[in-house]
């Protein structure tokens, strides 16, 4: 059979297998057995037996339960309240008020969640409420909401990095930190946003509170240092060189436990259903990349990436016209697959194209976080849009709608990564 026989048999496999309710994980191990049989002359069960094992017992996969720990663990504490009230008053003065504590509570949070839902249910459960009771405009607090959300996987540490990372061999500490400009550099075209938005319409704004002395904001903010010092434990023991990205994610961990015992939010119902919450999460997990370890170890034994590098090779695209069409590529995948599944899908047949091209694979890395976060708000499988319509109750084209301006600014943002590669790799080069 040729190339493109093979490739269109498996991908007719793995989308009748899915579409029958078969789990991802499961989906993918079964496409690779087949592959195996098929076309390799190694026997397929002990090439399952020895990819899963070895996807399984990654030390550098460690990271990955912990920090998905510490999320759940804060989910469950007062955070989202203290940190309303600590950024509210400093927010007064800015073009669009309370609708900044959108972005940067979620940039804060997402510096402690490596989850993009965790950080937008964990926000919203607090400024939804908050800000429509106060007046603000519902499309601009849901669409602020939905798209700052999304930075819980920019901003490190992030899973999708630790993912990407153990799939394309690449430095997590490395990722962790080079997400940290582009991250700032998204949530200030957010907050931009929305500083143009209410100077275009100040009458949709309301009136600010009762003005507050500048005494009496600092002992507002006294409720964000518990979670300014867990952040500078996390990434200040990577980016100092003290801590491996596993390491660090167990000091995040007992920070968690310390905030959270710290507020009495931390009884043993709470501690039971953060643990078993990181377990279920982190056991879905695993299955998706052991099955994805099976399957790219079957895509090498086919030679499928290695044809398909050579076949993207001859079309003689631009190192700029080869980004955007895999930018292009990863969205359409987005309203089909959550984005752990595209990046452990992908990066095997991927991966040899893109080094081949010569393009960076940390710089690489934040591109396809960035294009991941763009899936996270375009339907019919966007992770936030879900999250928001089980918060508001509203229609999930509504929702998709009055984001599309946060769509539009990541856009920009991956431009901006492209034309100014030093905003991700930077930081980097100076560990």
């Keep these: 059979m040729s190339d493109i026989s093979v490739a269109a048999l498996l991908i007719a ?15 993918l191990s079964g496409v690779a057995w087949i592959a195996m049989q098929m076309f390799s002359s190694r026997p397929a069960g002990d090439a399952m037996a020895v990819t899963i094992w070895g996807s399984a017992s990654s030390w550098t996969l460690t990271a990955l339960p912990l920090f998905v720990w510490m999320g759940e663990i804060l989910f469950r504490t007062r955070l989202s309240q203290d940190m309303f009230r600590g950024l509210a008053p400093w927010m007064q003065r800015l ?33 939804l409420p908050e800000l429509q009771r106060r007046g603000y405009p519902q499309d601009m607090v849901i669409g602020t909401l939905a798209g700052a959300g999304t930075l819980g996987l920019l901003i490190p540490p992030s899973i999708i990095m630790i993912v990407y990372g153990v799939a394309a061999d690449v430095s997590i500490a490395r990722l962790f930190i080079a997400g940290v400009v582009p991250g700032i550099l998204l949530a200030l075209l957010f907050s931009g946003y929305i500083g143009v938005w209410a100077l275009l319409n100040p009458a949709k704004v309301p009136a600010p509170d009762a003005r507050m002395s500048f005494a009496q904001k600092l002992h507002a903010s006294r409720s964000l240092i518990p979670v300014t010092l867990l952040i500078l434990a996390v990434l200040g023991s990577i980016y100092a060189g003290i801590a491996t990205a596993t390491e660090a994610a167990a000091v995040g961990v007992v920070g968690a436990l310390v905030i959270s015992a710290a507020q009495g939010s931390l009884t043993w119902t709470t501690f039971r259903e953060s643990l078993l919450g990181a377990t279920r999460l982190y056991c879905m997990m695993a299955l998706i990349l052991a099955g994805a370890a099976f399957l790219t170890l079957a895509m090498g034994y086919i030679g499928l990436p290695r044809h398909l590098a050579e076949w993207i090779g001859s079309l003689g695209l631009s190192k700029f016209q080869l980004v955007m069409m895999l930018a292009v590529f990863y969205i359409v995948l987005g309203c089909f697959l959550d984005g752990i599944s595209m990046v452990v899908l992908t990066m095997g047949v991927i991966m040899p194209t893109v080094t081949g091209a010569g393009i960076d694979p940390i710089w690489f890395g934040i591109f396809i976080v960035i294009v991941v976060e763009m899936a996270q708000i375009t339907p019919p499988v966007g992770f936030n849009l879900f999250v928001l319509q089980g918060m508001t109750g509203k229609d999930l084209l509504y929702i998709a709608r009055v984001t599309v301006p ?11 990564i492209y034309f100014f590669p030093d905003l991700v790799t930077w930081l980097p080069r100076q560990m």
Aim: aromatic residues 6%; proline residues 2%; contains cysteine.
């Design 13 to 27: 496999a793995l989308f009748l297998i899915l579409g029958s309710g078969v789990w991802i994980g499961l989906t």
């Design 95 to 127: 073009p669009g008020r309370l609708l900044h504590t959108n972005v940067v509570g979620c940039a804060i949070f997402a510096a402690v969640s490596g989850s993009s839902a965790a950080t937008c249910a964990t926000i919203g459960k607090m400024t």
């Design 406 to 416: 946060m769509f539009l600014l990541m856009v920009a943002a991956v431009l901006l």
